[in-house]
């Protein structure tokens, strides 16, 4: 055989591998004369990636917003050409705020989880970048949280994007673990605030039958004069069987709730723990790490199937209020 010819044969089937390779787009951001932020709004399909970059100094501090109508489409935020990431959003959530180490350029990194670039899948979204060199200073019509000490007894949580919650984590930082989530509109207990880097984290708690407690960016917290309206977070019983053939019985549940059916779930194991599940539009996401879900409806009642074992049965009336 010619050498023409086993190269054209080589050729012939290592050339649909190198068409298939997705390269990583990039866009460079740039703000308006006399702003310190932008949106953004576009899409990725499959296995799309757009990197966008812009420059910062260190000590600026970054804020990232992202919305997106596929909830399998996450962004990172990484250092000039480090691949190594400062913010990984599928472990840490559709928002970030940090002070940045150092002067250079920042990728803000949108791209889809891998299994759902495998079914091709789509995500429209909305970006909101900022670059700031403090956090957001104290006036009359904000009231946000801006001191570490002392300030008004009770918090409400606003500026959160549209159909997303607000990740309460266990210590003053995104590196910590997320121990609850509280829309737009929750009123909280202020239990002081800190310092992380240039970044406010401010203590707070929920209370009721299963109270929350934890830690928020204060940039989230506005001034709250009384908590005498209602509070989205609720709680109840609801049918539940954690075996198959049990006989369905009761488990306690707490919700936090945002708007339009946007609700994270908790319902207490009789064995002890909790299980969680997380919602957007009224639609199941997502459970703890490992758990395989399944969603069906009958009327207004969602019937919840965790690893083909656990079934637990809400109404409407949990996610969307009422």
């Given at each position: 055989m010619k050498i023409s010819t086993l190269f054209l044969i080589i050729f012939a089937l290592v050339a649909p591998s190198i068409g298939a390779a997705q390269p990583i787009s990039e866009q460079r951001v740039s703000f308006a004369s006399g702003t310190s932020g932008t949106t953004l709004q576009s899409r990725i399909e499959g296995s799309?990636?757009?990197?966008?970059?812009?420059?910062?100094?260190a000590g600026q501090v970054m804020t990232v917003d992202f919305a997106p109508t596929n909830p399998s489409a996450y962004?990172?935020?990484?250092?000039?050409?480090?691949?190594?990431?400062?913010?990984?959003?599928?472990?840490?959530?559709?928002?970030?705020?940090?002070?940045?180490?150092?002067?250079?350029?920042y990728?803000?990194?949108?791209?889809?989880?891998?299994?759902?670039?495998?079914?091709?899948?789509?995500?429209?979204?909305?970006?909101?970048i900022g670059i700031g060199g403090a956090t957001p200073?104290?006036?009359?019509?904000?009231?946000?949280?801006?001191?570490?000490?002392?300030?008004?007894?009770?918090?409400?949580?606003?500026?959160?994007?549209g159909g997303d919650l607000l990740n309460v984590r266990s210590g003053p930082g995104t590196s910590n673990p997320v121990v609850g989530q509280l829309g737009n509109g929750d009123r909280v207990?202020?239990?002081?605030?800190?310092?992380?880097?240039?970044?406010?984290?401010?203590?707070?708690?929920?209370?009721?039958?299963?109270?929350?407690?934890?830690?928020?960016?204060?940039?989230?917290?506005?001034e709250a004069a009384t908590a005498s309206t209602p509070n989205r977070e609720a709680s109840g019983m609801i049918p539940c069987a954690l075996a198959v053939g049990q006989p369905m019985a009761t488990c306690t549940f707490r919700?936090?709730?945002?708007?339009?059916?946007?609700?994270?779930?908790?319902?207490?194991?009789?064995?002890?723990?909790?299980?969680?599940?997380?919602?957007r539009e009224g639609r199941l996401i997502g459970s703890d790490p490992g758990m395989q879900v399944f969603q069906d409806r009958t009327g207004d009642l969602n019937i919840i199937s965790i690893n083909g074992t656990e079934r637990y049965e809400l109404p409407d009336a949990i996610l969307f209020g009422g």
């Open positions: 799309q990636i757009v990197d966008y970059i812009l420059g910062a100094r962004f990172n935020v990484m250092r000039g050409t480090d691949p190594t990431a400062i913010f990984i959003g599928s472990t840490s959530g559709n928002s970030f705020s940090g002070a940045l180490p150092a002067d250079g350029d990728r803000i990194r949108v791209y889809l989880m891998r299994s759902a670039a495998r079914r091709n899948e789509a995500a429209d979204f909305t970006l909101n200073a104290h006036t009359a019509s904000s009231d946000y949280a801006d001191g570490l000490a002392g300030g008004p007894d009770w918090w409400s949580v606003a500026g959160v994007a207990r202020n239990l002081g605030c800190r310092m992380n880097g240039q970044t406010k984290w401010c203590e707070i708690e929920m209370p009721g039958d299963q109270p929350l407690r934890g830690w928020a960016a204060g940039r989230y917290l506005r919700v936090s709730r945002g708007s339009g059916g946007t609700a994270s779930v908790w319902v207490a194991l009789p064995s002890g723990g909790e299980r969680y599940l997380d919602f």
